[in-house]
């Protein structure tokens, strides 16, 4: 399979939880929502052999428009990473 949908990805998790699509639709709603309030809240949220979720500042620097080649102001904003786990690194590579 190359690309699993988010209802392709919820169906292979109900099969394997034995549970129904919509209980397995609730649960991962359920783990991403808690993922989001702990990256908001903590800065991190760590998903053990897989990753973690980092929220990063980036400062204001100055970029350019490729169209034109001028200058512009790029502000300073906040941004969500993901860090792969070694052991997700060493399993498929």
Same mark, same amino acid.
């Given at each position: 399979?190359?690309?699993? %949908?988010?209802?392709?990805?919820?169906?292979?998790?109900?099969?394997?939880? +034995? &549970?129904?699509? /919509?209980?397995?639709?609730?649960?991962? @709603?359920?783990? &991403?929502?808690?993922?989001?309030?702990? &990256? /908001? %809240?903590? +800065?991190?949220?760590?998903?053990? $052999?897989? +990753?973690?979720? !980092?929220?990063?500042?980036?400062?204001?620097?100055? $970029?350019?428009?490729?169209? %034109? +080649?001028?200058?512009?102001?790029?502000?300073?904003? %906040? !941004? &969500?990473?993901?860090?792969?786990?070694?052991?997700?690194? @060493?399993?498929?590579?």
């Amino acid at each position: 399979m190359a690309k699993m %949908t988010k209802s392709q990805f919820i169906q292979s998790m109900a099969e394997m939880l +034995g &549970v129904s699509k /919509k209980e397995a639709s609730e649960k991962w @709603d359920a783990f &991403v929502a808690m993922a989001y309030k702990e &990256v /908001k %809240t903590s +800065g991190e949220f760590n998903i053990p $052999g897989l +990753g973690k979720l !980092v929220k990063k500042a980036r400062a204001a620097r100055t $970029g350019r428009n490729p169209l %034109t +080649g001028a200058e512009i102001k790029i502000p300073a904003k %906040t !941004v &969500v990473k993901f860090r792969v786990a070694k052991q997700c690194k @060493d399993s498929i590579l």
